[in-house]
């Protein structure tokens, strides 16, 4: 993960992502096989991430004290990984990547306890601060909820 501050997005990677990201009823997302970082040593499913779509991302402190929560949306997918990495050397870019733009970029920065987030398709802030006060887990986010428009 990376974090922008000035134009107020995350780049989240990750080799993995479902094909079925707006649940399990939904048409799965179209995907294409791509060689693994690579190295030619197997394949990921690279995801087609719908633009424009509401995300939920958070994680919890190291202490489980707090939880991260970040309302956002998908910007754009990230398609930097076409490179052939050098022989025998890693290329450090995964299949899924996308831009997520996000509200007070730097507080996010400031707040989170790692670079591993979960994320999840729509707004369920709500839902996940009612939880979260059930377990007197303190929540850390933007002052408004409401997902960015891109």
């Known amino acids: 993960m990376s974090v922008d501050v000035k134009q107020s997005k995350i780049v989240l990677s990750h080799c993995v992502a479902p094909l079925r990201l707006n649940g399990p009823n939904a048409p ?3 995907y294409r096989l791509h060689d693994y970082h690579g190295l030619g040593k197997g394949v990921v499913l690279e995801v087609e991430f719908p633009a424009g779509g509401e995300v939920t991302t958070g994680e919890f402190s190291k202490n489980l004290k707090s939880f991260s929560l970040w309302p956002g949306r998908i910007q754009s997918q990230v398609k930097h990984t076409e490179s052939p990495a050098p ?6 870019a995964c299949a899924n990547t996308m831009d997520v733009k996000v509200r007070d970029a730097g507080r996010f920065l400031q707040n989170i306890a790692g670079i591993h987030h979960t994320m999840i398709t729509g707004s369920y802030a709500k839902a996940i601060e009612d939880a979260l006060f059930r377990m007197n887990v303190s929540l850390v986010g933007p002052t408004d909820f409401a997902a960015p428009e891109i």
């Open 28 to 30: 799965a997302l179209k």
């Open 87 to 92: 022989k025998g050397a890693m290329l450090n």
